[in-house]
């Protein structure tokens, strides 16, 4: 009986050791958890910035749909939204980018310049960008093109240079396919408050390097409204993949406005 005791030890002692490694907290599926935590906490957080915008609309018995007027570059500019998607409501990085492309033309001189701007929305800041003489290609998810071609045509016709255009384009997929490098080269690529989807950071980043190339001589500006420790990180993933510099910061509202190009 001693014999099998001791026999039979070692297997009881390490499937005890077993059971405390299975009990042992998984690091890596807690980062994951703590990542899908903060995910939801962002989307909440835009849900209700988005929901505060709606109250200050007029109640509509249609459908959830907003007007706001603008008045830049010398024209009054009237902006439908909807709350049905993120994508088409006006976000204060995209004021902010608009004044100051409005009061720094000799800085960023847009006339007859190619101009792409990635997550457009409504549209406001390429309205803005059309009527400074630029032409524009406005790019959103197919669900976005619909409001932002209205917009667009509403607010330009017979006023800009050029005919704005409107294009599909997911950020990170098909990038090479859709708008070759040989083919498609801008003179600026402008976006304004598109950090805060969570999950497709990495590939918005991929965007900008299609689209902002070394060799290129593409002028990438970035405005964002810092909300999360997500757009700190973003920041700094931003600033060590480009040569960047801070052109404006509204501190008030924590808005920064970016100016970056390519790292040769």
Partial sequence: MHRMTS?????????????????????????EQETRDEAVTEHRAMAGEAQDRRNVW???????LGKE??????????????????????????????????????????????VLELGAGTGLLSIVASLLGAAVTATDLPDILSNLTFNLLRNTKG????????????????????????????DYVLAADVVYPHDCLEELLETF??????????????????RFQSDLRFAERFKSSFNTSLVTEIPQQEIRIYKATAKE
């Fill in 159 to 186: 006023r800009s240079r050029y005919t704005p255009q409107v294009a599909r384009l997911t950020w990170g997929q098909d990038l090479e396919r859709d708008f070759p490098s040989v083919s498609y080269q801008y």
């Fill in 7 to 31: 026999t039979c030890q070692p297997v009881l002692q390490k499937k005890k050791e077993s059971e405390t490694e299975c009990k042992r907290p998984n690091v890596k599926q807690q980062m």
């Fill in 69 to 114: 007027n603008f008045y830049f570059a010398g024209h009054d500019i009237s902006i439908r939204e909807s709350i049905d998607t993120f994508g088409a409501l006006i976000w204060p990085g995209a004021i902010a980018l608009c004044q100051f492309l409005e009061n720094n033309q000799q800085q960023v001189n847009l006339m007859d310049k190619a």
């Fill in 58 to 64: 007029e109640p509509s018995v249609y459908y959830a």
């Fill in 209 to 226: 390097c299609h689209f902002c190339r070394p060799g290129s001589r593409t002028t990438l500006l970035w405005a964002n409204k810092i």
